[in-house]
């Protein structure tokens, strides 16, 4: 998975997995996701995130909201290029924001 | 956007604007034909002509109908002449006589001498009223104009807005194209009805023309027939264009309705980014139908987002 070598900002391309929980009460719905690919977009590294064995691309909305991540489900996020542990760490806390959700 | 403008309604305007429809003949009072009407509506001046000018809506415009004729008739000539010369005094910006009745030559005298227009009608006052508070209605109605073409897609009276070279124009053609219908090219005049309704029209220099660049002027019903052009339009959807690299955010899900204001009007606002290779028109096409399922009752992003709300919150077995 890691690629060397391609870098322009003598940052290597790493893969970077965490498990993370959904916290907010309603779960991933619309505004949560749409919120979620925003920040997903900022970055250059693609991301994944994979519920009970469905992986589905972290910059697509209609990806997220298939998963139905409700209250209490554990998500895995693999990010995967330069920027891959910034990104990692800035959705960790956008969950634990719960996603700025009043 | 500009300000709205409170328009300027005088007399000459009201006559020359709808003579044809109420059926208007000057019969005195020429001198008077740029008085003032102050207020968009029909008066019957019954208790003035009894002597009661208290509350007296002297800024309408008055009308005589058959049952205030008879009773200035019923008075004698010299004491009807004295009434309607007290009404003349009174500031009003002109005086309808309905079911054709001719004013006698004493009152045209007095019109004359006041500067009041004194016209009669054929129509029987009840429909000379109603029209004629409909004409006022159009000739009041605030109005403004906004940088943006507009097009009737099925139904749905949509503003295109965007900054110069964005590409409205070839929006608009492809939505012509597509057999919708173009209201204005460019600038759009709109005009709030009855405080409740926008209604959008080009202006008559421009009527059923566009400019396109590297085209210049066409003629639309020449081209597309004359079913690609409406004169004017109820407006439900107001679409911005904008440059891609310009937006800030974009909305991703439309669950929360975005809203522009027109006089004072709230209207359903969509922004859409533009980049080479997007079909503007058909996604304007797609905001427009969007537009009328809502009108419809039905929030598309509002209903599925309560669903997958709702099935996350059910257990899983």
Request: proline share 4%; charged share 25%.
């Amino acid at each position: 998975m890691l690629e060397h070598g391609k870098t322009e900002n003598n940052a290597p391309a790493t893969t970077v997995t965490r498990e993370i929980t959904v916290v907010n009460q309603l779960g991933i719905h619309a505004r949560p996701a749409a919120a979620f690919v925003k920040l997903a977009n900022k970055f250059q590294s693609d991301i994944t995130i994979e519920k009970d064995g469905e992986r589905i691309n972290g910059k697509s909305i209609m990806g997220l909201l298939m998963l139905g991540a409700a209250q209490g489900s554990k998500l895995t996020v693999i990010a995967n290029g330069r920027d891959a542990e910034a990104a990692v760490h800035e959705i960790e806390e956008l969950f634990a924001r719960k996603f700025d959700e009043n | 956007m500009q300000q709205p403008s409170i328009p300027i309604v005088t007399v000459e305007r009201f006559f020359l604007n709808h003579a044809e429809k109420l059926q208007l003949q000057l019969v005195a009072g020429g001198a008077g034909i740029s008085n003032r009407i102050l207020e968009g509506a029909v008066h019957r001046p019954g208790l003035a002509l009894a002597g009661s000018y208290k509350y007296f809506a002297y800024k309408r415009v008055q009308a005589i109908g058959a049952a205030e004729f008879a009773f200035l008739k019923s008075l004698g000539e010299a004491e009807a002449s004295k009434r309607i010369g007290q009404l003349l005094k009174s500031k009003i910006p002109c005086l309808v006589f309905a079911r054709n009745n001719t004013p006698p030559p004493r009152m045209q005298e007095m019109a004359n001498e006041y500067r009041v227009p004194l016209f009669k009608t054929k129509m029987i006052t009840l429909r000379f009223i109603n029209a004629a508070t409909i004409a006022l209605e159009l000739d009041f109605a605030p109005h403004v104009s906004e940088q943006g073409s507009m097009v009737d897609i099925l139904g749905i009276g949509v503003l295109i807005r965007g900054e110069s070279g964005v590409g409205k124009s070839e929006a608009v053609l492809a939505l012509l194209e597509r057999g919708y219908s173009l209201v204005s090219d460019d600038v759009t005049r709109i005009r709030l009805l009855e405080g409740r309704e926008l209604v959008g029209t080009s202006s008559e220099t421009t009527r059923y023309h566009m400019e396109v660049r590297g085209l210049g002027i066409i003629n639309v019903p020449a081209v597309f027939g004359v079913a690609a052009v409406r004169p004017e339009k109820r407006l439900d959807l107001v679409v911005t264009l904008m440059e891609w690299n310009k937006m800030e955010e974009v909305d991703r899900i439309g669950i929360d309705q975005q809203t522009y204001s027109v006089l004072g009007m709230s209207l359903p606002h969509v922004s859409i980014p533009v980049r080479p290779g997007r079909d503007i028109g058909r996604l304007i096409e797609v905001a427009a139908l969007d537009q009328k399922l809502k009108s419809l009752g039905h929030y598309a992003a509002l209903e599925f987002n309560e669903r997958l709300i709702e099935r996350m919150r059910t257990p899983k077995p």
